[in-house]
C-alpha cells in the first residue's frame, strides 16, 4: 500500500502504478481488469465502459477535465476482439492523462480505482466518513475495525503530514483520531484470507493497539499475536477481554510487549505486566492446550471462560483469588482431581461436553452454586452423591448423560440431596411436588431402614436388658487354686 502522498499526482510514476491488463465477456458485457499496484501490494478493479463514462462526467463537471479525453462510445463492432484490444489500450491511455490533468487526486477517481479498500489515505478518510455517520447515529463509544483500517490509521499517524486542515469532519484525519482514542468498546476482526481482489492478507500487517487510550472493553478475533504491539494501553484500562481463534498459548498474549520475561511457575513479574482491571476474560475458540502461571496476571479476573479449546488439565487457577464464574465446556478433560485446591471460591463451573466419568473431585466446592456437566459421560447415581454435602449447589445440569437413562432418574437425583432436594434444580427445572413426595417416602425409609440396624444388639445384650440371670462365672484354667471365703465364726462353731 503506498505510503506517499497518493492525493497529490505528481508526487506518484502512474506509469508503474496503472495497468489495464485484460478484458472479458461476462453476461452479455465487456469488462476492462485494472490493475493498481504500490511497492509489493496491489489490487484489481473490473469496470465497464459504462462506469468509464460515469467517471469521466463527474471529472468534467467537478475538475473541467477535457470532454474529449475519453475514447467515444461505439455501437457496432463492440465485441471484436481487435477493437476490444485497441479500447483496452486507450482506456489505459485515458487514466493516465486523467491522472497527469489533476492537481488533487479527487474521491470519485479513489472510488473508481478502489483507493478506499486499499491505499491508507483513502482508508482513514472513507474511515472518517463511516465514523461521521456513527456518532451522527449516537454510536459514539463503540466501534468494530479491520486490520487494514488499524494499519492505516497508525501509517497514516507516522507520516509528517498533518493531521488537521479540514473543516469537515468526514474527511479531518485528527477528528478521526481522537474519536479512535476516546472509544470505550473495541471490536478487531482479522482474516488470513486475501483482502477483496488484492494480495494483502490483513493478518499479515502490524497490529499496534497503542492507539487506543480509553478502551473498557477489547475483543480480538482471528488474528496472529505475532503482528499485536502497544498492549500498554490496553492492559491499564480494558476491563473486558474478549479473544477468539486467536491463541494457542495465554503467555503469548499476556505476556506480550514484556521482554525477558517467560511463564516461568515462580516468576514474579513487575506490576506494569498485570491487567489489572479485568474482571471477565473470555478465551473460547481458540487451541489452548495448557493453563500456564502467566495466568496470573489476571489477577482480578471474575469470570473466565476458556471454551471450546484444547485442555486436558486444569492448572494455576489457584492464582485468581477473586474467580467467581469458570467455563471450561467443549474441552478434554477426563478427570477432576482435588479441584477444590485449584479454584478456591467458584461459585459457577460450566463443564459440559468433555469427557468426564466421575465427580468425585467436586466433592470438597462447598462454595459452588451452579454446575453444568451435561453431555459427559457420567453413568452411575453413586456419582451423583459426591454432590451432597455442597451446601450452596441450587443448580445441576446432568443432561445427555447415560444416567439419565436410569429408572426414575430425577427422584433419584433429588433423594441425594435428602433434605435439600426442592432447593436442587436440575436440568433446570425445580423438583415438581409429586417428585419431592417420592424423596421424601424414599428418605423416610431410608431412615426406618438406619434405625432398625440400630436397634439390632448382640444377643448377650438383649438378655441382660430382659433381666435374664447372668451365666455363671468361668471355671478357673487347671493349675491355679481358687479362693474361697473365710468361715465365720459362727459356722466354724456349728
Known amino acids: 500500500m503506498a505510503v506517499a502522498d497518493i492525493r497529490r499526482p505528481e508526487n506518484i510514476n502512474i506509469s508503474q502504478v496503472l495497468r489495464i491488463n485484460s478484458f472479458s465477456l461476462e453476461d452479455g458485457h465487456i469488462f476492462y481488469y485494472i490493475q493498481v499496484t504500490f511497492g509489493q501490494y496491489y489490487w484489481q ?3 465497464r465502459y459504462s462506469e468509464f463514462k460515469t467517471l469521466h462526467d463527474k471529472m468534467i463537471s467537478d475538475h473541467r477535465v477535457d470532454s474529449d479525453l475519453l475514447p467515444a462510445k461505439y455501437i457496432f463492432g463492440v465485441k471484436n476482439e481487435a477493437f476490444l484490444k485497441k479500447r483496452q489500450v486507450d482506456l489505459e491511455v485515458y ?14 477517481l479513489a472510488e473508481f480505482l478502489d483507493f478506499h479498500l486499499y491505499e491508507i489515505h483513502f482508508v482513514t478518510e472513507n474511515l472518517c466518513k463511516l465514523l461521521q455517520r456513527v456518532e451522527q447515529e449516537g454510536g459514539r463509544d463503540s466501534f468494530s475495525f479491520t486490520p487494514i483500517q488499524i494499519y492505516a490509521i497508525n501509517k497514516r499517524r507516522q507520516l509528517p503530514e498533518p493531521t488537521f486542515g479540514s473543516s469537515d469532519k468526514g474527511r479531518d484525519f485528527g477528528h478521526l483520531l481522537d474519536f479512535v482514542h476516546r472509544l470505550k468498546t473495541v471490536k478487531i476482526v482479522g482474516s488470513e484470507s486475501l483482502l477483496g481482489t488484492s ?6 500487517l502490524p497490529l499496534d493497539l497503542m492507539i487506543f487510550k480509553s478502551a473498557e472493553h477489547l475483543t480480538l478475533d482471528q488474528l496472529r499475536t505475532t503482528e499485536l504491539s502497544g498492549l500498554e494501553n490496553v492492559r491499564a484500562t480494558v476491563r473486558v477481554l474478549r479473544i477468539h481463534r486467536t491463541l494457542q498459548t495465554l503467555s503469548v498474549l499476556l505476556l506480550r510487549d514484556a521482554d525477558g520475561w517467560f511463564a516461568q511457575d515462580d516468576a514474579e513479574y513487575p506490576r506494569c505486566l498485570y491487567w489489572q482491571k479485568i474482571v471477565v476474560a473470555d478465551f473460547s475458540s481458540n487451541r489452548i492446550e495448557v493453563l500456564e502461571p502467566s495466568l496470573k496476571l489476571l489477577n482480578n479476573v471474575e469470570h473466565l471462560d476458556l471454551s471450546s479449546n ?14 467467581q464464574k469458570l467455563c471450561l465446556s467443549k474441552n478434554y478433560l477426563a478427570e477432576l482431581e482435588d479441584l477444590h485446591a485449584k479454584l478456591g471460591n467458584v461459585q459457577e463451573i460450566n463443564l459440559s461436553h468433555n469427557q468426564l466419568q466421575t465427580l ?10 451452579s454446575l453444568d456437566i451435561s453431555d459427559n459421560e457420567i453413568s452411575g447415581v453413586a456419582e451423583v452423591q459426591h ?3 455442597l451446601p450452596c449447589l441450587a443448580k445441576l445440569n446432568l443432561t445427555s448423560n447415560p444416567i439419565t437413562l436410569v429408572v426414575d432418574y430425577r427422584i433419584k437425583i433429588l433423594a441425594c440431596f435428602e433434605a435439600r432436594a426442592n432447593e436442587v434444580n436440575l436440568d433446570g427445572s425445580p423438583g415438581t411436588a409429586q417428585e419431592i413426595s417420592h424423596v421424601n417416602i424414599l428418605m423416610a425409609l431410608k431412615k426406618s431402614q438406619t434405625s432398625a440396624i440400630h436397634l439390632r444388639k448382640r444377643p448377650s445384650d438383649v438378655n441382660v436388658t430382659m433381666g435374664s440371670p447372668r451365666s455363671s462365672p468361668a471355671s478357673p484354667a487347671p ?16
Not at 487514466?95 to 470519485?108: I, K, T, V
Open 45 to 47: 478493479c473490473k469496470r
Open 95 to 108: 487514466l493516465l492523462r486523467l491522472w497527469h490533468h489533476l492537481r488533487q487526486f479527487p474521491s470519485a
Open 199 to 204: 494480495n494483502i492478507v490483513e493478518n499479515q
Open 310 to 323: 484444547q485442555l486436558r488439565s486444569l492448572d494455576h487457577l489457584n492464582r485468581l483469588h477473586n474467580l
Open 360 to 369: 468425585k473431585g467436586l466433592a470438597k466446592m462447598y462454595s459452588l452454586e
Open 387 to 389: 454432590l451432597r454435602k
Open 479 to 494: 493349675g491355679h487354686a481358687v479362693l474361697q471365703p473365710t468361715p465365720s465364726s459362727s459356722t466354724a462353731a456349728t
